[in-house]
């Protein structure tokens, strides 16, 4: 079973200043079935990124995915007060696998 | 646009069953993968199952294997989640997620309490 851990486990921001989060698995892990998604309180998820680096229907082009292998990032350009949530990367082979998240607060 | 709808949860004693239902609308369910993802109070995201589009492949968590049970009817738009055997830490938010390699869409979930 692939197991993914995303660090930091909380990230302390500012809005306007870049975020960078990473979400790495326990063995290789095809592009196509690395995902991320955001999650706010009482919220179900959201889809933001599949396939390791596309973006999601809606989503604002200020999100990007990259990475491939066992080591994936999504990055926030510019926070908004809205991005502050927390962020889960998933894998989907045989089986789904979602990393323990990352919560990104407001410094 | 896009709907999915959870409902069935509620309070169940330990060892006891509940029958979850998702109601699908928006899109063409029969041509499409389908999961169940859950989330204990203040946890992560667990993926629990997934069914295919005909339902001939079916995978579940090995937390879950041998107790809950997936399946769907395309002619009723409507996915299920049988859960036998149950358990304190199966206490969650059910979610079901539309998708095979990622799951585009979410419903609001519905809560199980396993509690006596």
């Known amino acids: 079973e692939i197991v993914l851990t995303q660090s930091p486990g909380t990230l302390s921001l500012s809005p306007g200043e870049r975020a960078t989060l990473s979400c790495r698995a326990s063995?290789?892990?095809?592009?196509?079935?690395l995902a991320w998604y955001q999650q706010k309180p009482g919220q179900a998820p959201r889809l933001l990124i599949y396939?390791?680096?596309s973006r999601a229907t809606g989503i604002p082009d200020r999100f990007s995915g990259s990475g491939s292998g066992t080591d994936f990032t999504l990055t926030i350009s510019r926070l908004e007060p809205e991005d502050f949530a927390v962020y889960y990367c998933?894998?989907?082979?045989?089986?789904?696998?979602f990393g323990q998240g990352t919560r990104l607060e407001i410094k | 646009e896009v709907q999915l709808v959870e409902s069935g949860g509620g309070l169940v004693k330990p060892g006891g069953s509940l029958r979850l239902s998702c109601a699908a609308s928006?899109?063409?369910?029969?041509?499409?993968?389908m999961n169940w993802v859950r989330q204990a109070p203040g946890k992560g995201l667990e993926w629990v199952s997934s069914?295919?589009?005909?339902?001939?492949?079916?995978y579940y968590a090995d937390s879950v294997k041998g107790r809950f049970t997936i399946s769907r009817d395309n002619a009723k738009n409507s996915l299920y989640l049988q859960m036998n055997s149950l358990r304190a830490e199966d206490t969650a938010v059910y979610y079901c997620?539309?998708?095979?390699?990622?799951?585009?869409?979410w419903g609001q979930g519905t809560l199980v309490t396993v509690s006596s």
């Open positions: 069914i295919s589009s005909s339902s001939s492949y079916i």
């Open positions: 063995q290789s892990v095809s592009s196509s079935y």
């Open positions: 928006g899109f063409t369910f029969s041509s499409y993968s």
């Open positions: 998933q894998q989907y082979g045989s089986s789904g696998t």
């Open positions: 396939g390791a680096s």
């Open positions: 997620a539309k998708g095979l390699m990622y799951f585009d869409y």
